[in-house]
């Protein structure tokens, strides 16, 4: 578990990229294998389309701000164990879906929840949901 939020902690992270973004809290956690999946697949996706990136808009989360975004109870971001990604240009929407999807089922690992802003990736259960408005094939 990496707990120092402003290390660099692979070639392509920061851990200040998983901080909680309330900008009140002090703790910070993140887990390392989760880092590790999200390090291989930031170094892909510009492998893939020239100039393209993925940002983390979400990785820990105190309890106080998982309550304010909503997010369930139990939620892996509260043990830093969870992030959501998305892509802000270069890669369409339908793209950026089964690039993640390719990186999650080769992984084996966790979870992957597919929305219309980007994709949750967590180290719960292996599963899979689609909550998006619009299900574009994922192979
Ligand atoms: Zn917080
Ligand atoms: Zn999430």
Request: with cysteine; charged share 20%; proline share 5%.
């Amino acid at each position: 578990m990496i707990t120092e939020p402003r290390a660099q902690i692979t070639d392509h992270f920061n851990a200040w990229e998983f901080r909680c973004r309330c900008n009140r809290c002090t703790g910070f956690k993140i887990a390392r294998m989760l880092v590790v999946l999200l390090e291989a697949m930031r170094a892909g996706i510009g492998r893939l389309i020239p100039g393209a990136v993925f940002v983390v808009n979400s990785g820990y989360r105190c309890p106080d701000h998982n309550a304010a975004q909503g997010g369930a109870p139990r939620s892996l971001h509260l043990a830093g164990q969870a992030a959501d990604i998305s892509t802000p240009s270069k890669m369409d929407r339908a793209h950026f879906h089964r690039f993640a999807y390719s990186y999650w089922y080769l992984s084996k690992r966790g979870g992957l929840g597919l929305y219309d802003w980007g994709v949750h990736l967590d180290l719960g259960p292996v599963r899979l949901w689609d909550r998006r408005s619009v299900k574009a094939p994922l192979a």
